[in-house]
């Protein structure tokens, strides 16, 4: 696509099989540097999530649970929802919300925090 691109300018280049291995190549590097960091956004997010042990295991109530939902923004709302609720991988979320893998893993994170916290503060008011 790039080579075809590339050769709809003007002045078009002299098209060679060195000029397209040239194009193939700038694009796997293109691919991989892509890769690299999308793996590296990935790692940072999973090594935030791991370094903040989870506590949370007691049973919710389900009416408060929601009522707490119903706090959070509407994307946040949304990706714990088709995540949790739904069951959907975090790839398929990512597609549904437009947005990057990396991204949703970070609301993912900032959902359940927020969730978290509103929950025990609807705790503290109900007590």
């Known amino acids: 696509m790039a080579a075809v691109a590339a050769s709809r300018r003007h002045p078009s280049p002299q098209v060679t099989v060195g000029w397209l291995i040239g194009i193939a190549r700038h694009k796997l590097v293109d691919h991989w540097r892509r890769a690299e960091r999308e793996k590296r956004g990935l790692a940072a997010v999973e ?3 791991t370094a903040s042990e989870d506590p949370w295991s007691e049973v919710l109530d389900a009416q408060a649970a ?3 939902l119903l706090q959070l923004s509407l ?3 949304t990706a714990l929802t088709l995540r949790y609720l739904d069951g959907l991988p975090v790839p398929e979320v990512a ?3 437009e947005r990057s893998v990396h991204a949703t893993e970070t609301l ?3 959902a359940r925090a927020a969730l978290r916290r509103v929950y025990r503060e609807g705790e503290h008011h109900a007590a």
């Open 75 to 77: 994307p946040q709302r």
């Open 47 to 49: 090594q935030d999530q």
């Open 95 to 97: 597609r549904h919300l």
């Open 66 to 68: 929601h009522v707490a």
């Open 108 to 110: 993912l994170v900032r």
